[in-house]
């Protein structure tokens, strides 16, 4: 296959080329599962030497282990409901989530099941699967890790794992024996649904951290007797949240009158700060020209929609959240491409007010009424 050069292509030209390619892409998957789940059933793998499928994948077609395993989950799905082959081709569905409905699927479902899952990502088919077929709670727990080799970092921070997980009946945490770990299990979730507002949450714990839960649990003794872990993070995690909304957005049941400050500051009052986070629902209020709104909610940073350096106020009006990406985006269309601010570390745009609203977006009568017409590198005007 010959590969162009994309850096020749305009973005019109580059932006029909990524579509093209990406249904190439799922064309070629889509087929690659149909012939593996034949190869599979004909057992040809055994003929060329080797004693599984996976190690065929692996060692002759050179395929990643996560794309083995979710292939061949696919490929054996598949020919048993031959609908699958076409909601892989058209990306309705992935080899991802044609392996997590796989277990699930039957002669009588799999219609209904496969049309609900459609459109989904992996975390939202496990939130589905979690309704249609629930499963009990697991119980809180704290093991050792088996111990491996480790470099010295990774020394430090080995030492319990904890499983949190909402759980109604009261449970003791229990410290067990280092248990034996396959040599290719796959890594497991780090948050699993398990039914309707029920999760099983699992990561590794420094012995640090786990001196400071044994404390929260005696100091919590006369509230939790039984000293369970979900009800002990849950209080921890309530009162992180709070604290971190009001550092971030000020958020307070209690708030003070403003002190009030100079016209010229660019300071956002704690005020504007309540009133944009509730208006935007703590979510990026970028638009798209397509009418598209992200939909991301972390490394959220406020946006002058009239720039700073324009005159623009931090008022409600002239203020939204963005996040980190279309804060620098909208910074390039003020400064120009490539002239977004940087954090100190170097290492992505930080928080930058001067900004631009792009062509299309729901403010650029406002910007281009308020900002002088800067010329780009090609002597051309941004708007």
């Given amino acids: ?79 048993r409901y031959p609908v699958i082959v076409d909601r892989l081709e058209s990306g309705a569905l992935s080899p991802t989530t044609v392996r997590l409905l796989a277990p699930r699927l039957t002669p009588e479902n799999h219609q209904e099941l496969l049309a609900a899952a459609s459109g989904m990502g992996k975390q939202a088919v496990e939130e589905l699967l979690a309704r249609r077929f629930p499963q009990p709670d697991v119980p809180a727990r704290m093991r050792k890790v088996p111990g491996r080799p480790v470099t010295p970092a990774a020394e430090l921070t080995r030492s319990a794992e904890v499983a949190p997980v909402a759980v109604e009946r009261p449970v003791v945490a229990r410290v067990e024996a280092p248990l034996a770990v396959p040599a290719l299990a796959a890594p497991r979730a780090a948050v699993r649904p398990l039914a309707p507002a029920r999760y099983e949450i699992r990561f590794t714990a420094s012995a640090e951290m786990r001196e400071k839960l044994r404390v929260a649990q005696d100091l919590l003794g006369h509230a939790i007797p039984s000293g369970d872990i979900a009800q002990v993070f849950d209080r921890a995690l309530t009162l992180l949240v709070a604290d971190l909304s009001r550092k971030k957005f000020a958020a307070t049941t209690r708030p003070r009158r403003t002190r009030g400050q100079s016209d010229e500051s660019r300071h956002i009052p704690a005020e504007v700060k309540r009133l944009v986070d509730g208006r935007d629902k703590r979510r990026c209020a970028f638009v798209a020209p397509d009418g598209r709104r992200c939909d991301q909610r972390r490394f959220l940073e406020f946006h002058h929609v009239v720039p700073y350096a324009a005159g623009g106020k931090p008022t409600a009006d002239n203020i939204q959240l963005r996040c980190r990406a279309h804060n620098g985006y909208e910074a390039d269309l003020f400064y120009g491409p490539g002239k977004r601010r940087t954090r100190r570390d170097g290492t992505g745009p930080g928080t930058s007010s001067n900004s631009r609203a792009r062509p299309g977006n729901r403010q650029t009568p406002q910007i281009r009424a308020a900002c002088p017409r800067i010329p780009d590198e090609r002597g051309q005007t941004l708007d």
């Fill in 1 to 79: 296959m010959k590969i162009t050069n994309a850096s020749r292509l305009d973005n019109d030209e580059l932006t029909a080329e990524l579509s093209r390619l990406a249904r190439c892409e799922r064309e070629a998957t889509a087929a690659l599962i149909v012939h593996l789940a034949e190869f599979d059933a004909r057992r040809l793998f055994e003929g060329a030497g080797y004693s599984s499928l996976f190690k065929y994948c692996m060692e002759v077609l050179h395929l990643s282990e996560d794309a083995v395993y979710n292939r061949i989950k696919a490929a054996r799905a598949a020919r």
